[in-house]
């Protein structure tokens, strides 16, 4: 198998190159850029002029329920999900049923995403066993088994020594926790945003001071332990001011924010109020929070952006809006969200975008050479994207099993034209997903 | 007949003060029936009006209740218990239920704010909120004005201080809504922890004003209305005693002189007496207390009927 692609504006923040150029990818890895690739001979040849050839997007943070939750979404559902957005490779998160916190889970999810999945799956484990909160599991072999990170998303750990004790002892395996930001005695059973419209709307407001206290913890752990600590879909200004501080002092503290954060505020529940499609966790914050998102985003605060996909069925969202569940999808329209909101938006270069949604994410997970760069020997993970075409956002079009976004109907400049996996076609916007 | 423009009463917030004049003199002439030795009129006869109580409630639920039999309509009280842990039926499937049996008018109370807005989305019925959560108490707000209309004959140019957990309450909600769109001035007052100063940006540019010093909040106001001290909130650290809170903030005689000569004193009910509101107090001359309930059974008729009264049958 070979593919030439020519024309195309090959935008590799790692590689230094922003360039139309000419990409030739031969038995799953690149094996050529530029010049080189021109003289070399493929079975297929494209010619993308006007797109945009990037690396293929590497999402921290994904909620593919499968096992336990396949009426929300499953691994053969949500990965094609993430090839019509352009997401190449995904952390897959423990918080199934049961939760993935061994290596027996950890198999089947790996041997299911080999079967049934069209994109890379990786696994991340929980801190804790079952996620309660009160036991580690066990790391070392976790790791060994391809566990790229830990979390009990969904949750926090609030107990500050396990927290501790997870930092320490994963230390010698280079162990990356991803923390889920939420001090629960601040946010107290809140579903939204603790604000003006929480409070005409009468419904129980989650304070972003239940973000930051935790976030203040961790980074004082990092500090203390020399462990490394990854926050997960940060959205308020002070837990970006405390992990800008955090940065400055050369601690290893790293973190990511979701679309939505930056895409929206809690206004938009005033605009439809009830609405649970704007329900989250965290909830989307004042519009102070969204311009502090976005200047992290700008200066380097944040290191990636990450979907915190999470499917829910109508029997889910269909009901009073303190009874929904939290969460919204995000595989199909961050790609766009990021060109349409902060490259068209004018706050980031279209390299800074592919830093985040690509480059940057691998990185984190050690990934840098392999994942989010097109240079020669990378794996052949790619997308074209075509960076002005509009499109509306239409939910009965997902791959994913669920509908629940606060994006249906808008419109979105920047379109996921094609998505290739290991040198293999996964998706293509004229006929869905082809494999 | 006029009827208002609306399928549902679901908030203040977007009734226009002209709808809330047209409630407020249809019900000033159902307090004419209610003095009747007959009490109906058959303005709703036929219908079917279902009470869905998700909280326990006496006075809201009595009240509706009596103002759809006075309409003669067919009338049912559904009470269910209510638990984040109770599983089964959706409330969009009960109300689907409901509605198969040729319902004309769903009332709500619910702990959950919104959900009567999410029925209404979902229904054809017309949907009353009688309380939702923290949102509001449209009917509730009605019958204060009323009150304070059928003493004062008017609204415009009053001032009206609402003192208590404004954070928690539907109720004040509700009322500063009709206050302000009837022209009345509104002060609310109470602790931080259930006043927020910040609660006064709900209503920006109205004359709302917020404090936390009840002397000040009632210094020469033409009404009070006393808010409900929900007791377990002193485990959620919003007040650490009902002895602290009462000295602070209850209406007690003394308290009451800082007000206009004669101002009306209301409270929603149910009251905590020697709590928030002391005894002489409520049952003193001030007191609007029994006649809020008289004027909320006359604001519930006016609601039925002015959504759902049949065309050819009048008051």
């Known amino acids: 198998m070979s593919t030439l692609i020519r024309n195309a504006r090959l935008i590799d923040p790692a590689a230094g190159i922003d360039a139309v150029t000419s990409v030739i990818v031969v038995d799953g890895k690149v094996a050529a850029v530029g010049a080189e690739a021109e003289k070399a001979l493929a079975l297929e040849t494209l010619d993308a002029a006007g797109l945009w050839l990037l690396p293929g997007l590497v999402d921290l943070h994904v909620h593919l329920r499968e096992p336990g939750q396949e009426g929300k979404e499953t691994i053969a559902t949500g990965t094609r999900a993430a090839a019509a957005g352009g997401v190449t490779t995904l952390v897959a998160m423990p918080n199934t049923a049961p939760a993935m916190d061994s290596v027996a889970i950890v198999e089947l999810v790996k041997a299911k995403a080999a079967a049934e999945g069209v994109v890379n799956v990786l696994c991340a484990a929980a801190v804790t066993k079952g996620r309660q909160g009160a036991e580690l599991t066990e790391i070392a072999e976790l790791i060994k088994a391809g566990v790229v990170m830990f979390t009990d998303d969904g949750d926090g750990v609030a107990n500050s020594e396990l927290m501790r004790r997870a930092l320490e002892y994963g230390k010698p395996f280079n162990a990356l926790m991803m923390q889920h930001c939420e001090d629960k005695a601040l946010s107290n059973d809140g579903v939204m945003n603790e604000g003006l419209v929480s409070l005409k709307l009468g419904l129980r407001g989650w304070p972003k001071t239940a973000e930051a206290s935790m976030a203040a913890r961790d980074i004082i752990l990092a500090e203390a332990t020399g462990g490394r600590v990854h926050f997960g ?87 009073e809006f303190d009874k929904a569940a939290f969460g919204i999808l995000g595989l199909e329209t961050s790609l766009a969200l990021t060109l349409d909101v902060l490259v068209h938006g004018g706050h980031l270069s279209p390299s800074r975008a592919v830093e985040l949604l690509s480059a940057g994410p691998a990185a984190l997970l050690g990934l840098e050479g392999r994942k989010g760069t097109l240079a020669k020997g990378a794996d052949g993970d790619l997308v074209l994207v075509a960076p002005d075409e509009s499109w509306t956002v239409d939910p009965e079009k997902f791959q994913s099993k669920s509908r629940n976004t606060p994006f249906a109907g808008r419109t979105l400049k920047g379109k996921v034209k094609r998505t290739m996996v290991a040198g293999r076609w996964v998706y293509d916007d004229a006929k869905g997903i082809v494999v | 007949m ?211 010093d009840l002397r000040e909040a009632l210094e020469g106001v033409d009404a009070v209305q006393m808010l409900r001290l929900q007791l377990e909130r002193q485990q959620r650290f919003l007040f650490p005693s009902t002895r602290e809170y009462s000295k602070l903030y209850a209406l007690t005689t003394e308290k009451l002189a800082f007000a206009k000569a004669g101002a009306l004193v209301m409270h929603p009910g149910p009251m905590n007496r020697g709590l928030e509101i002391s005894s002489g107090v409520a049952d003193g001359p001030q007191s609007a207390i029994t006649e809020q309930v008289t004027n909320g059974v006359a604001v519930r008729m006016a609601v039925l009927y002015l959504l759902a009264g049949n065309e050819a049958e009048t008051a």
Request: charged share 25%; net charge neutral; proline share 5%.
């Open chain 1, 233 to 319: 879909h940060l959205s308020g200004k002070q837990s970006l001011d405390l992990l800008r501080w955090a940065k400055a002092r050369g601690l290893k503290v790293t973190a990511e924010t979701a679309p939505h954060f930056f895409a929206l505020n809690d206004a938009w529940l005033a605009e439809h109020p009830y609405d649970t499609d704007g329900k989250m966790n965290p909830p989307l914050g004042a519009e102070a929070d969204r311009l502090a998102v976005i200047e992290a985003l700008k200066d380097g605060t944040l290191d990636a952006i990450a979907t915190d996909h999470a499917p829910h069925s109508s029997l889910d969202k269909r009901v």
């Open chain 2, 2 to 212: 006029k009827r208002l423009a609306r399928k549902d009463l679901l908030d203040l917030e977007s009734v226009s003060a002209e709808e809330i004049e047209l409630l407020l003199n249809q019900a000033e002439a159902f307090r004419e029936v209610a003095a009747r030795p007959v009490k109906k009129v058959p303005a709703l006869r036929g219908k079917t009006v279902i009470n869905l109580f998700f909280e326990p409630s006496t006075r809201t639920a009595t009240s509706f209740h009596l103002a759809a039999q006075r309409l003669s309509a067919d009338v049912l009280d559904i009470k269910v218990a209510d638990s984040s842990v109770r599983k089964g039926e959706t409330l969009l499937d009960t109300v689907a239920t409901f509605e198969a049996m040729d319902l004309s008018v769903l009332i709500m109370r619910t702990s959950h704010a919104g959900s009567p807005a999410l029925v209404a989305a979902n229904s054809k019925a017309s949907i009353v909120n009688a309380g939702d959560g923290m949102h509001e108490h449209p009917t509730q707000a009605l019958l204060d004005l009323m009150t304070l209309k059928r003493r004062y004959g008017r609204l415009d140019g009053l001032t009206v201080a609402i003192v208590g957990d404004v954070l928690h309450s539907r109720v004040a909600r509700s009322d500063t809504w009709g206050l302000i769109k009837l022209g009345a001035k509104v002060r609310l007052c109470g602790p931080p922890t259930m006043c927020p100063s910040s609660i006064g940006q709900l209503w920006p540019g109205a004359p709302v004003t917020v404090t936390h």
